[in-house]
């Protein structure tokens, strides 16, 4: 029983490190801490993200799902151009993704990265599973890739919470903090705007993960 129950909370909660080192929390530089973005680009919701960390000098990392960025190459392209980070969160965010091979996982990362390295021009490593599940197969197909897998200390469930409720859960951002956002939601840029006010306030910058991790 208490295995099972450690494989189900490892498999869960990719803090753990369970099967392979994820990182959560950049390092203590200065004022800087690191805005993420999940389940993108959406053609509505990711213009609007932008335009709000450009209004504020604000930088983000974009972990896009490879069937959207596919669909959505132009975006792509503005998001790297304003100096954000683009990494992988699989080609179809399927809801069997946990129970895929490592063959079917490397296949959804390769497909993905081809699309990202296509507009950056650069080779990327930063790869966030989806639902932040991991697994054995996860971590083999991370290993064979050379992939880092990017987790997060602030989840603001943006997703799921109210506006008030999702305020209150990253209010007390810090330096070295990694928050989690979704830009396929209509209620973030709402959100965003609010939380990017006060990170001004308390003289915090937001950095993208190519910058302070490499």
């Known amino acids: 029983m208490f295995w099972s129950l450690s494989i189900f909370w490892g498999s869960y909660n990719i803090n753990s490190n369970f ?14 801490f690191a805005i993420t973005f999940d389940d993108g680009p959406n053609e509505i919701i990711t213009p609007k993200i932008l335009e709000l960390l450009e209004k504020y000098d604000q930088k983000a990392s974009f972990f896009v799902i490879g069937n959207s960025a ?19 969160h699989s080609f179809s965010h399927s809801n069997f993704f946990p129970t895929f091979s490592t063959k079917k ?12 390295e296509s507009v950056t021009l650069s080779e990327n490593i930063f790869f966030r599973p989806p639902f932040g599940v991991t697994n054995p197969n ?17 989840r603001s469930l943006d997703t799921v919470k109210s506006e008030k409720e999702v305020f209150e859960r990253i209010k007390n951002v810090k330096t070295g903090d990694i928050i989690l956002f979704h830009d396929n939601k209509e209620n973030t840029p709402v959100i965003l705007e609010k939380f990017l006010r006060l990170c ?9 993960l190519n910058k302070i991790l490499n």
Do not use: C, D, R
């Open 19 to 32: 099967y392979f080192n994820s990182i959560s929390k950049i390092p203590e530089n200065s004022n800087n």
């Open 70 to 88: 596919e669909q959505n190459i132009e975006l792509l392209k503005t998001i790297n151009s304003k100096g954000h980070t683009i990494g992988n």
């Open 105 to 116: 996982v490397m296949e959804e990362i390769a497909k993905t990265n081809k699309i990202i």
């Open 138 to 154: 996860i971590a083999k197909a991370l290993k064979n890739l050379k992939m880092q897998s990017i987790a997060w200390n602030i």
């Open 200 to 208: 001004n306030e308390k003289q915090l910058k937001s950095v993208s």
